[in-house]
């Protein structure tokens, strides 16, 4: 069973930082691609980045770019979104989630296989 739990959420003012973590199983980390993707009320889900477990490469959202990274521990099967000069546009539920199909990079939710549960990002202005 492919489980995927997200944690490190909260409440943040704008400029601050946030660490988000995602700790996944029933996947061996080397071969497929992990994203990260958020939900604001009232709008669509967006994908914000997609990190490969086999070398690491990555992919951004343009919103977030040079503000957001992502990277991973194949040791330990984490994820991590690192969250820097925040805004209160990017206050949502984010979720962490995973590509079923070897080697391919998204940031399409349609892509992904299994979700986690989300945690809440709220950035006060």
């Known amino acids: 069973e492919v489980q995927l739990v997200e944690s490190g959420g909260g409440l943040v003012r704008a400029g601050g930082s946030l660490r988000l973590s995602c700790a996944v199983s029933?996947?061996?980390?080397?071969?497929?691609?992990l994203g990260w993707f958020r939900q604001a009320p009232g709008k669509e889900r967006e994908g914000i980045s997609c990190?490969?477990?086999?070398?690491?490469?990555?992919v951004y959202r343009d919103s977030v770019k040079g503000r957001f990274t992502t990277s991973r521990d194949n040791a330990k099967n984490m994820v991590y979104l690192q969250m820097n000069s925040l805004k209160p546009e990017d206050t949502a539920v984010y979720y962490c989630?995973?590509?079923?199909?070897?080697?391919?990079?998204?940031?399409?939710?349609?892509?992904?296989?299994?979700w986690g549960q989300g945690t809440q990002v709220t950035v006060s202005s």
């Open positions: 989630a995973a590509i079923r199909i070897p080697l391919l990079m998204s940031l399409r939710g349609n892509n992904y296989d299994y």
């Open positions: 029933g996947i061996t980390f080397g071969d497929n691609a």
């Open positions: 990190i490969s477990t086999r070398d690491g490469s990555t």
